[in-house]
């Protein structure tokens, strides 16, 4: 499967931005798929994560409450709702997809080695 990330920007503290991982090659109805996010000098990091087997979601403490992950097989795609936007979400985002039924988790994390395909990443910006 490959994948293609969008909806990225600059915005301001407080906004929203509502990013989209769209697939090809593949059905994305047997992946579960992860947004991971790295900022300028620092790892990459799990944001959040939705499963194939009943659509279970998972995020980071950081983001619950503003972001949302969700998913349409029927258009192939996967979305990252972020409201409430703040500087420290600046980054680059991208979606990744792990062949499997659920978003498999390491103390509590996702990590990114379980995940078998990556997007291409998109920019996020938050500033004033």
């Known amino acids: 499967v490959q994948l293609q990330a969008s909806g990225g920007g600059l915005v301001q503290p407080g906004a929203s931005l509502r990013l989209s991982c769209t697939a090809s090659?593949?059905?994305?109805?047997?992946?579960?798929i992860g947004w991971f996010r790295q900022a300028p000098g620092k790892e990459r990091k799990g944001v959040s994560c939705?499963?194939?087997?009943?659509?279970?979601?998972y995020s980071t403490d950081s983001v619950k409450g503003r972001f949302t992950v969700s998913r349409d097989n029927a258009k192939n795609t996967v979305y990252l709702q972020m409201n409430s936007l703040k500087p420290e979400d600046t980054a680059v985002y991208y979606c990744?997809?792990?062949?499997?039924?659920?978003?498999?988790?390491?103390?509590?994390?996702?990590?990114?080695?379980?995940?078998?395909?990556w997007g291409q990443g998109t920019q996020v910006t938050v500033s004033s």
């Open positions: 990744a997809a792990i062949s499997g039924a659920v978003c498999y988790l390491r103390n509590s994390m996702l990590v990114p080695a379980y995940f078998d395909a």
């Open positions: 090659g593949s059905t994305l109805d047997n992946y579960s």
């Open positions: 939705i499963s194939s087997r009943d659509g279970d979601t």
